[in-house]
């Protein structure tokens, strides 16, 4: 069973910073692509950021760009989300994905839930105003 695993959320100030960490639990596995997303309470899941192992490529939502920073290690294990000048609007509880293979769709599709084949349980992150 893959599983992935969040950390690092937590309570922040506006205008603070964060660092997220997904990983796999348990055995090591090969992505293509991994992905970040965000639900807050009573509203649908969003895309926050995507990345891919082999180019580096990033892909970000209009309303964290310059502000968010996806990354992943040397090792291809493990994937952050650096958030910097946090705003109350982006607590919610953050979700990392992974994209097992590749896909020439997923240059267009990388913002859709559906396009990931695992998920983590999520990390809360709280912004304080």
């Known amino acids: 069973q893959v599983q992935l695993v969040e950390s690092g959320g937590g309570l922040v100030q506006a205008g603070g910073s964060l660092r997220l960490s997904c990983a796999p639990s348990?055995?090591?596995?090969?992505?293509?692509?991994m992905g970040w997303f965000r639900q807050a309470p009573g509203k649908e899941r969003e895309f926050v950021a995507a990345f891919r192992w082999s180019s580096g490529r990033t892909n970000y939502a209009d309303s964290v760009k310059d502000r968010f920073t996806i990354s992943g290690d040397n090792a291809k294990t493990t994937v952050f989300l650096q958030m910097n000048s946090l705003k109350p609007e982006d607590t919610a509880v953050y979700y990392c994905?992974?994209?097992?293979?590749?896909?020439?769709?997923?240059?267009?599709?990388?913002?859709?839930?559906?396009?990931?084949?695992?998920w983590g349980q999520g990390t809360q992150v709280t912004v304080s105003s």
């Open positions: 994905a992974a994209k097992l293979s590749f896909s020439a769709l997923y240059s267009s599709t990388y913002s859709s839930p559906g396009r990931y084949d695992y």
């Open positions: 348990g055995r090591t596995f090969s992505t293509y692509a």
